[in-house]
């Protein structure tokens, strides 16, 4: 406190609320030393840094000028006719007048509308929730197995919420729809995601098949949902629309999961999400999980219109976009350990890099375009944290924090499917050699981005297993790769196609490895017995064949795996002066279920006598066929036929 003049300057304290009730020294930035090391950054919150000036004397005049921004001025006693708040309301003052949050985190499980008649869809859903056990063991499984892929619900508060509203249901309190819809979906997620043994216990003791226990819960939290108007339910309302996505994507319902994305999306953007939360009138932590869920919300986006060749839904062009805050669960401020929203936020970085390349926002890639592409995931690999880095990454946490080598795994998956979507154009395509041809010039470079692709959905297969069995990314990159090397193998009636050998090495790995989860997967079975028949298909000498059936030592999925580090190879410059085309290879590299499968599929069944393509061609993929075409194999040609 300092005199100055005839008035006293007061400066409020810059301290968190917290550490100024517990009378501890804070570090004064969010979330704070101490509200960080306890988990409970959603207390963390700073009033804002004011000057206030006392009050002159009674014998001073006093309309003395003054400097403070802060100062709200009276227009009405000015002779306007409009006061400071219609002002504020027309965003005319300074942000610094915009209403901070409350001062402690509010739980949102508790409805504001006074008790009363329980609407019915309300009512049927609290009573289609299990007994308090078995939905514990539920939301703990989510948080432990399935959150962290995704790491859309923070534990702390979520834990806070889901014992706030069996407390208010105990006290018959008004309970919020949003958040008991956002538990169903949690329960039902959770469900399909069981291991034997809990989903053995939980179909004993309820009396019901898991599955349909998960349909159930689904279907109520969607219908409770669809009674909500938009932009009423706030995050938990964004939250438990995409935890909708997740539980349709897991079921391989890849249309339905993309159109529940966009409602989620439209949901948030009713939030105005899509906005710089600066000017949001709510606390730093809820500012910090809507950067999340937004971020997390354009990942999906970019992702899933590129697989399933459909327009960004998300504009990133008419979108503001602010990193989330990666100190929020890590206590340490000088360590390098990744925070769990680490490979989201790296993603979504991803996606606004190449939604600007002309294009791709449209959800179709084409050759022309992988040039940029690569270039701008060679940028996105700089990027990495010590913990992801493609050469020598630092495993130190890979044991005491699970989800650091999965999204490792993730983020490099990610990245050598990106990059070989535009190139599977070139390994399908009837050239002729004679020509120039921007397809073939990139063959060779599209062979060793298929052989980074196999082996990072292997390594990323082998962490998941044994307990996410319907986790479709791996498995489905691994199918799509080798079936477009088996195009590349069939289409190459002049056995001049670069990278042959290494094209059949991989394809056998991948067939090794779908063989592998065929007998605990209805995807890896569907796939497995497919791949088998389109190898089967392909003219190889008796050399090749042995080369195709070949194994290597590190090709088993029995357990999590830390890939080697990636070292790029000797560089394959290929220039075609017609198109002008300078690329580089080295430039690219860098549960039980129920085992019925679609007619015609049998994961044991013979590969050899095939007389033709036609019943290879007419086979249903299963859970598949929404993402899998067999018109890109342009597998088609009759001149195929004759080997």
Known sequence: MENQGSGKTVRLATACTECQRRKQKCSREWPCNHCQSRRIAHLCKFTPKKVLKAKPA?????HTPTNNADAVPDFQNAGGVASGEDFRMLGYLPDNLLKEGPDQYQSAVISPNPQGTIPSELEKAIRTLPPKPYTDMLVQHFLSEMNEQYYCLYPPTFLHDYAAWWSGKASGQSLAPEFTALLLQVCACATLYLDVEAMQRLESELGENSHDLAEQYHRTANQLSSTMSPGKGGLTQVQQLFINAVWYKTEA???ESWHALSAAIHEAQELGMHRSPAKAKVSEFEREMRRRIW???????????LLLSRPFIINSNYCSFELPNVRLETADAGTDMPSPVTHIALQSQLGLAISKIPGVMSGILSPNQAIAIQQEIERWFEMFPPAYRRTNPDTRWDHSHRYVPLQRHQLYAVSYMVMFMPLKQC??????????????????????????VMDSARALLAHMLPASGKFHFAPFLIFDTAAFLCSAIIHDRARNLAHRDKALETIGIGLDALEQISQTTKAGATCYSVLARLTGRMPLSPEEK????????????????????????????VNVDAYDVNFTSSDILGGGMDMALPAGLDPSGTIDGLTGLDDILSMDMGEFSQIWDWDNLDLNNPGLYDT
């Open 253 to 255: 319902l890849f249309i």
């Open 427 to 452: 390994l399908t395509i009837d050239a002729d050699p004679s020509k120039p041809s921007l397809e073939k010039s990139l063959q060779p470079a599209a062979v060793d981005c298929a052989t980074k």
């Open 546 to 573: 042995a080369l195709l059936s070949s194994r290597t030592p590190e090709g088993s999925l029995e357990g999590p795996q830390t890939p080697p580090s990636v070292h790029a190879e000797s560089a394959t410059i």
């Open 295 to 305: 971020c997390l919300l354009y990942t999906w986006d970019w992702q899933m219109s």
């Open 58 to 62: 009674s014998n001073e005049r006093t």
